[in-house]
């Protein structure tokens, strides 16, 4: 049930997927598994939006370089507080409605079930791709959605998948080069990418609009292309 405050505070997009929807959103719990580049834009729409629960996942401590793109992290957190408290302590600021948690630490095949249990869906906003394909199998083994993002320079690609339905990640991408080095990249990129994902969660949890279901979205900013590659 929406309180009155809720109702105010979500009037706009309650006026899309209605009362019903905004409390599918509300009950849902969403983890953030990277909480740099992507995971800020990423937490804040989806902390913004009313989702009921936000888990935020991460290893790391911010860094100077880091905050070109990563605004959920500011100078006064640089080299002290870990990513997931840093990003915790503002959004709990910011919505005092919801509830966000934090991890820190690396996800792994012996400690994922225990984090992500009554996780309803993960958004993938990391950097490298042996992760990803452990939440690959995971999503599939609990058969809940994965929102994959990814970003280098001016571009960026999203696909959602779901078991049963799409193709998984690991089929997508079958071979991938890790980078090891740094990758160039601007902020406005990761925000319009993680926007993006933020908004495949809203689709999948409200039933509202298309998900990129079997469907790739290429986006290069310094052309303004946008492409959508079938997967099927």
Request: glycine share 8%; with cysteine; aromatic share 6%.
């Amino acid at each position: 049930m929406l309180t009155e405050r809720e109702l105010e505070r979500y009037d706009r997009q309650i006026m899309i997927f209605g009362k019903e929807g905004q409390e599918k959103l509300k009950g849902a719990k969403v983890a953030v598994v990277g909480v740099g580049g992507l995971g800020s834009p990423v937490a804040y729409y989806l902390a913004a939006a009313g989702i009921g629960t936000v888990l935020l996942i991460d290893e790391q401590t911010p860094e100077l370089s880091n905050l070109n793109r990563q605004i959920l992290h500011w100078e006064e957190d640089v080299g002290k507080r870990p990513k997931p408290e840093s990003a915790k302590w503002k959004l709990e600021r910011f919505n005092s409605d919801i509830k966000i948690e934090a991890y820190t630490g690396r996800l792994t095949a012996e400690n994922i079930n225990e984090v992500l249990k009554d996780v309803d869906i993960v958004v993938d906003c990391l950097d490298n791709f042996q992760t990803r394909y452990l939440l690959d199998e995971y999503i599939h083994r609990k058969r809940i959605p994965l929102v994959h993002g990814a970003v280098e320079g001016m571009h960026g690609q999203v696909t959602t998948i779901v078991p049963g339905i799409t193709k998984s990640l690991r089929e997508i991408f079958p071979k991938v080069n890790e980078k090891e080095e740094k990758f160039p990249i601007i902020g406005a990129t990761a925000g319009v990418v993680g926007s993006i994902q933020a908004m495949e969660v809203i689709k999948l949890l409200t039933g509202i609009g298309e998900p990129l279901l079997n469907k790739l979205l290429l986006i290069d900013l310094a052309l303004n292309l946008f492409e959508i590659v079938e997967l099927k």
